[in-house]
């Protein structure tokens, strides 16, 4: 982590969530897909496990939190419209979930946090420091009340608490886990020894146009291909769809409730003081700090002399991340950076350059460039934005309402037929589709596609939630799964048999030549001769992508297996031969790992009881009644 990156983290950490690490350990991978039981009556808990509660007013705040974080970040490219259609909200639904339920289990355990252990976490938080001492309980106070929304010290302390009880069950559960040195040495080895290839890729394309089929051969591939041919089951349906952008034309959003949702809103139009700055780090960690301090000293004079800012901060700063920026740190708001950098940056002038700023990390000399003042984007810059946005919010409410209404009501296909003129809708017919297949005007719509093939024929159901809306459906005919006869697939079997019997030949060509590419003593020579193109790759470790050759494990692992100066034997991708040959090799060193030992092992270690404890937290999940209502989810963000 660079410094910049670690001042920057600082700006969240009033932001609490769990972050369970989806994959499980060892063998258990084991994806934690929620079962929810949908309540239909309206309530204000978005959720229950166990009995215990997640009410809409959480909800809210977590999810408005989390949109702020996005919205700082991203700018108006992220919007609340944009983040449901995305499943924003059943994601923080799911990390509140996954917490509560982690704290059930903790519980159950036995395990606690005392108010000692809140005490010490609180006063070791780098964000309520001041030089290594706490700020004090008024400053901490006026901190909390800043937030967005405001936080009390009970709410953000029962915050902490909950954290420090989740933390105390993972270690728990994963404490045993360890990583060997022979682990260690093997897994930096696999990261960090590096190969460089010369490639000859032989295109099948080359040889397509070339390639002729028969008849009869077209249909022998069909027939020892039959179950590849073979047409799916398929099924027909008439369909009901209720969509928001189908209603918004006729909702008009009154002006008082633009006005309102700005008010309410304000601080999304809102753009705080701000600074840009660029800056040059000598780090103190472990060192000797006169000696720092004298060398930084010595670059703010050459700095304050006129020499280029950024090309010191090039030769000198020790922040990774900022130093081939020439420093620069771009544009930050109060809050972003470590309080003694923002206090001093704040204060400075445009085209000043700071006295030497201690922080924890080290000293800095600090080089403003802009500033800008704060600013708020007035009502009518952004009134069109507002508007379509509740437009299409009331829309949505619109259809969830009309499909609620007519859930239930529906028990043939004229009742389909007369809601659709009732609610100047229309019902679609649709194509025959597969259970895996595009249904006309709805897409990839699984749900839709699996509940056409559960009902029986003439049956209506829905509502049924798709991308583009509510789906209320009547399946109206239906085709049996069948072998088609030649005339049917032709074109598709015949392009298979040009796609084989190309990479065929590309397969039999490179066979002709990698023999002599095998024996020549310059690779390159070889190829030119047999007028064949190379592409060489840079030095490159596992992962890296291969020109021209798809990443795939058994190829990586053949190019790793050569020494310098080898050639492989012909090897095939689905569309592509090659031959490789290796032109240079790195190893990984002792010293590159003995540098990263600690780093890697941490890393390691956290990844393995990572999985471990989401593995062991689905099995958990399992045994407890967990219901989600989504009704209330909907409408707490709305």
Avoid: C
């Avoid at 500033?371 to 069109?384: I, N």
């Amino acid at each position: 982590m660079t410094m910049l990156d670690r001042m920057r983290q600082h700006k969240n950490w009033l932001k609490w969530s769990l972050g369970v690490v989806v994959l499980a350990f060892m063998f258990l991978y084991i994806p934690d897909f929620l079962n929810p039981t949908v309540g239909v009556a309206p309530t204000d808990a978005v959720a229950s496990i166990e009995g215990r509660e997640i009410t809409s007013s959480d909800f809210r705040r977590q999810y408005f939190e989390q949109v702020q974080s996005y919205q700082l970040a991203y700018g108006d490219e992220i919007n609340d419209q944009l983040l449901r259609q995305l499943g924003f909200d059943r994601q923080i639904l799911q990390q509140m979930i996954d917490e509560e339920a982690a704290v059930i289990e903790a519980e159950r355990l036995d395990l606690s946090i005392s108010d000692v252990e809140v005490t010490e976490r609180l006063l070791s938080l780098p964000g309520l420091q001041n030089n290594g001492t706490f700020i004090g309980e008024e400053q901490y106070r006026l901190l909390l009340r800043s937030q967005t929304p405001p936080m009390t010290e009970e709410q953000f302390e029962e915050g902490m608490r909950r954290s420090l009880l989740v933390d105390k069950l993972r270690g728990a559960i994963t404490a045993w886990i360890d990583v060997s040195d022979d682990e260690l040495h093997e897994e930096y080895r696999l990261r960090n020894e590096k190969v460089k290839l010369d490639i000859v890729t032989f295109s099948p394309d080359q040889f397509r146009d070339s390639i002729t089929t028969t008849a009869e051969e077209l249909a022998g591939h069909l027939e020892a291909n039959a179950a590849t041919y073979r047409i799916p089951e398929k099924r027909q349906i008439n369909y009901l769809l209720i969509e928001a952008e189908t209603l918004r034309p006729s909702v008009v959003v009154p002006d008082p409730d633009i006005a309102q949702y700005y008010t309410d809103n304000a601080s999304q139009y809102s753009t705080p003081e701000q600074v840009r700055a660029s800056h040059i780090l000598f780090e103190t960690e472990g060192k000797d700090e006169t000696e720092v301090r004298t060398q930084a000293e010595a670059v703010l004079a050459d700095a304050r002399s006129g020499t280029d800012f950024a090309t010191l901060a090039e030769e000198h700063s020790e922040d990774a991340g900022s130093a081939s920026l020439g420093g620069d740190l771009d544009y930050f708001s109060r809050g972003r950076m470590v309080p003694e950098f923002e206090a001093t940056a704040f204060s400075m002038a445009p085209g000043t350059i700071s006295d030497l700023v201690q922080t924890e990390y080290g000293f800095h000399i600090i080089h403003v460039t802009d500033k800008q003042e704060a600013s708020t984007r007035p009502l009518d810059e952004v009134r069109e934005q507002i508007a379509d946005q509740l437009q299409w919010e009331q829309a949505q409410r619109q259809a969830d309402l009309m499909a609620e209404q007519m859930a239930g009501a529906l028990a043939t296909q004229e009742d389909l037929v007369r809601a659709a003129e009732e609610h100047g809708l229309s019902v679609t017919e649709s194509n025959y589709f597969a259970r895996s297949e595009a249904i006309d005007g709805l897409g990839l719509a699984s749900g839709v596609a699996s509940a056409a093939f559960t009902f029986e024929l003439g049956e209506v159901g829905g509502p049924l939630r798709t991308p583009t809306g509510h789906v209320f459906l009547t399946v109206t005919d239906e085709q049996e799964s069948y072998a088609p006869e030649i005339d049917e697939v032709r074109d598709q079997v015949e392009s298979d048999v040009i796609d084989l019997r190309a990479r065929e030949a590309a397969e039999r060509r490179a066979a002709e030549i990698t023999p002599l590419l095998q024996e020549a003593e310059n690779f390159m020579a070889a190829a030119e001769r047999a007028d064949l193109a190379v592409t060489t790759d840079d030095l490159a470790a596992r992962g890296a992508v291969v020109s021209g050759l798809r990443s795939r494990p058994e190829i990586e692992e053949i190019a790793f297996s050569l020494g310098v100066g080898e050639t492989s034997d012909v090897l095939a991708t689905d569309d592509l031969v090659a031959v490789i040959h290796v032109a240079e090799r790195e190893e990984a060193t002792e010293d590159g790992f003995a540098e990263a030992e600690d780093t890697l092992r941490g890393e390691l270690l956290m990844d393995r009881q990572g999985r471990f404890f989401s593995a062991y937290m689905t099995q958990a999940k399992e045994t407890m009644q967990i219901e989600i209502n989504m009704e209330t989810l909907a409408m707490s963000i709305l």
